[in-house]
DNA sequence: AAGTCATTTTTGGTATACAAAAACACATAG
DNA sequence: CTATGTGTTTTTGTATACCAAAAATGACTT
């Protein structure tokens, strides 16, 4: 009827966005017709748009079977930091190496605003300073690929990573781990920066354990329910 | 009419080799209609397989002006190798610790056949025998993710990475950093292993600015031809 | 009463049709 | 001769209609 102009990149966002915060938790189903009707919109480009979020892993198409929000298993979710701690690592290295003085002055500003936050037991908020912090280290590593995958992987970690910062303590933990990290990048001691990252982000890997103990169930079932 | 029964994920493999082997060269124009035809199938699951395709950046999409084979600029090309060598480092490092002796003895025999092959002046026998011994590697790593991680990177890569072995004695030390890099891991030194995979790859990257000179023109202009 | 098979219903996959935008070409004017 | 503008053509993007397969439900049989 009327064409609406809007691209079917819209819908893309908008998922991936409900996905990420976490409005669309793990396993939820994702009816086509419910979609196109709540953009209104047809059901191709709803289709397109979840071809899309299936190529980057953040929902699984089952075929025949429909699609939903993307289930991780407690292995997947163990070798995903795997990986992401040796990109971070990466980032982090890269960073110490290549990152302009003003891009560092920026990243000491947003330490200190994981800082500030970090006593308002207020962890969405040190949440979301965490996240800036994190991508303005990506960003300085000056290799544009590199932050992509790496954001890639944060994506589809980051249903999961929000419920950690809610372990007691780990909020002053991080905010001091970022403190050493960036001390390690202004002074351009790539190694260091490297090995404080990879082990700032393994140990939310490592707490997988106690993890189990915490996490809603429908955050760890596998994708058959 | 005919209602094939098969799923549009065989376009997405046919694409992916014809991408991958070559046969479709970066720049080229990827139509709708004509492959449609081709596969004797609708533009429907031709333009969901492009969608898919675009999502691992094979291909490239440009609103409204179509899908491309993937072109990579130089700085592009740059910081996938150097990705890719951190990737094929750690899977090396992890297959070094983690890999079981029955697999390590294929991998033996998987670098006997390289080197078999590395005097026949068989480029093209070798790029073969060389990608099985590498992803032999990456299934030693016991990372399901990362596994796929580095293929992709890898088959991104794959058009350019072909052209390298054609050059003067890179089979040979190819072959041999191949024997050294196995040795480290059927030892077990994990830090060695993936030390020397990381060269490995690094070199092809490295030697980038040769390629300029060596390669078509096609492959090294960025999208807007 | 329970299990199995058939039918219905829902839903995912494909094809076709239509609209809009961009590429192309030609013509005309400067 | 070149450059710009308009009309045509090609092609992408979206909507709708159709078909097939799987899940749900009900009836019939054992």
New binding site residues.
């Given amino acids: 009827?009327?064409?609406?102009?809007?691209?079917?990149?819209?819908l893309v966002q908008a998922l991936e966005r409900d996905i990420v915060t976490g409005v669309l938790k793990p396993g939820d189903?994702?009816?086509?017709?419910s979609l196109?009707e709540r953009f209104?919109?047809?059901?191709?480009?709803?289709?397109?748009a979840?071809q899309t979020l299936a190529g980057t892993g953040l929902v699984t198409?089952?075929?025949?079977?429909?699609?939903v929000v993307a289930s991780i298993t407690i292995a997947e979710l163990i070798e995903m930091f795997e990986v992401m701690a040796e990109l971070e690592a990466m980032c982090a290295r890269l960073a110490a190496r290549r990152m302009a003085r003003v891009d560092v002055e920026k990243l000491f500003a947003l330490s200190a605003e994981c800082a500030a936050l970090r006593d308002h037991a207020n962890a969405d908020g040190y949440y979301e300073a965490n996240v800036r912090f994190h991508e303005a280290i990506y960003a300085g590593c000056r290799n544009a690929y590199l932050e992509r995958q790496t954001k890639n992987v944060r994506n589809r970690l980051s249903p999961y990573r929000r419920l950690q910062l809610h372990r007691p303590g780990r909020v002053e933990r991080s905010s001091d781990e970022h403190a050493d990290i960036l001390k390690a990048i202004s002074t351009g001691d790539a190694v260091q920066a490297g090995d404080l990252m990879r082990a700032h982000v393994a140990v939310q890997g490592e707490a997988l354990n106690d993890l189990l103990a915490i996490v809603p169930r429908a955050y760890l079932e596998p994708l058959a329910s």
Avoid at 1 to 10: E, F, I, N, S
Avoid at 40 to 48: L, Q
Avoid at 61 to 67: E, Y
């Fill in positions: 009827m009327a064409p609406t102009g809007k691209l079917a990149t819209d189903r994702l009816d086509e017709r196109s209104a919109v047809s059901r191709t480009p709803v289709r397109e979840l198409t089952m075929p025949r079977r429909g699609t």
